[in-house]
């Protein structure tokens, strides 16, 4: 049995660019099932990329091929890689920050870097913008097929030479009744912000469900939210438009407002400026 691809990228679906990624993988095999992650990832956001890989890949079968294109130094000397995680899967990816979460909490066993003279994509073409097609997307086409070997992908690299994200050593301020942290991501469909502090943290930290706790969001130079929120399990708990703080699937704290934006009505983003203190 073939292995799936599992696609994310920043490109959106507004125009081409998926659906030439999805032609070259099918040129190299067109029993080859490919199934799409996400394309809305913020984009150059590797943060969020990383992330977002991170709450999917673990609940696929063992040897799925994971792409993700979340590529801001497109055609520069960054690594193009496939890297064999820990658990039996790959991902192929520009090595830029997007193996993070994978790479901490999931485990790499090894990685390599393509040889772009065997595993590219009319490797003649004078065009350095479209790795996606070009690269990741033939490449991991070569290994889910089976025509290629992970070994044959290119020459393996230190795990020690890894880009890591910065935003994953902001770790969170834990104290009793008390956490500090930043907005991780944001889930732009629904307005949802995911915060850097883990359900067992923040739970540790002296919090229940049921508590109205105080959230304060703010910048360096703005305060975005100061308001009591309760915490509970879901967002009906709340009248539709108030905020509630909840255990997100990610296993991270989110906060959402019920049936509406709350990153729209509070005006927040996602980012290490974007500092969240919980207090009970």
């Given at each position: 049995?073939?292995s799936?691809?599992?696609?994310?990228?920043?490109?959106?679906?507004?125009?081409?660019?998926?659906?030439?990624?999805?032609?070259?993988?099918?040129?190299?095999?067109?029993?080859?099932?490919?199934?799409?992650?996400?394309?809305?990832?913020?984009?150059?956001?590797?943060?969020?990329?990383?992330?977002?890989?991170?709450?999917v890949?673990?609940?696929?079968?063992?040897?799925?091929?994971?792409?993700?294109?979340?590529?801001?130094?497109v055609?520069?000397?960054?690594?193009?890689?496939?890297?064999?995680l820990s658990?039996?899967n790959?991902?192929?990816?520009?090595?830029?920050?997007?193996?993070t979460?994978?790479?901490?909490?999931?485990?790499?066993?090894?990685?390599?870097?393509?040889?772009?003279?065997?595993?590219?994509?009319?490797?003649?073409?004078?065009?350095?913008?479209?790795?996606?097609?070009d690269?990741?997307g033939?490449?991991?086409?070569?290994?889910?097929?089976?025509?290629?070997?992970?070994?044959?992908v290119?020459?393996?690299?230190?795990?020690?030479?890894?880009?890591?994200?910065?935003?994953?050593?902001?770790?969170?301020?834990?104290?009793?009744?008390?956490?500090?942290?930043?907005?991780?991501?944001?889930?732009?469909h629904?307005?949802?912000?995911t915060?850097?502090?883990?359900?067992?943290?923040?739970?540790?930290?002296?919090?229940?469900?049921?508590?109205?706790?105080?959230?304060?969001?703010?910048?360096?130079?703005?305060?975005?939210m100061?308001?009591?929120?309760?915490?509970?399990?879901?967002?009906?708990?709340?009248?539709?438009?108030?905020?509630?703080?909840?255990?997100?699937?990610?296993?991270y704290?989110?906060?959402?407002?019920n049936?509406?934006?709350f990153?729209?009505?509070y005006?927040?983003?996602?980012?290490?400026?974007?500092?969240?203190r919980?207090?009970?």
């Open positions: 049995m073939k799936c691809i599992v696609i994310q990228t920043d490109f959106s679906t507004t125009w081409s660019a998926v659906s030439s990624m999805k032609g070259v993988m099918k040129i190299v095999d067109p029993a080859l099932e490919l199934v799409d992650l996400s394309h809305e990832i913020e984009p150059f956001n590797v943060w969020e990329a990383s992330k977002s890989l991170y709450y890949e673990p609940f696929w079968p063992k040897g799925t091929v994971f792409v993700s294109v979340v590529d801001p130094g055609g520069t000397k960054r690594k193009a890689c496939v890297a064999k658990d039996g790959y991902v192929v990816t520009p090595d830029n920050g997007t193996l979460h994978l790479f901490y909490l999931v485990g790499i066993e090894e990685i390599r870097e393509i040889d772009e003279n065997t595993n590219r994509y009319l490797p003649e073409e004078e065009v350095a913008v479209f790795h996606g097609r690269l990741f033939y490449c991991a086409a070569k290994l889910a097929s089976g025509i290629i070997t992970f070994a044959e290119g020459n393996a690299y230190p795990l020690t030479e890894i880009i890591i994200c910065e935003e994953y050593n902001a770790k969170p301020v834990l104290k009793e009744n008390e956490v500090l942290g930043f907005i991780s991501s944001g889930f732009a629904f307005g949802n912000a915060i850097n502090v883990l359900i067992s943290e923040f739970e540790n930290c002296g919090f229940s469900e049921g508590d109205y706790v105080n959230v304060e969001i703010y910048t360096e130079d703005k305060v975005l100061n308001e009591k929120v309760l915490y509970a399990k879901s967002f009906g708990h709340v009248k539709i438009g108030e905020p509630v703080v909840y255990n997100g699937s990610s296993k704290i989110n906060i959402a407002c049936q509406t934006s990153m729209e009505k005006q927040v983003t996602s980012g290490i400026n974007q500092k969240v919980i207090t009970k």
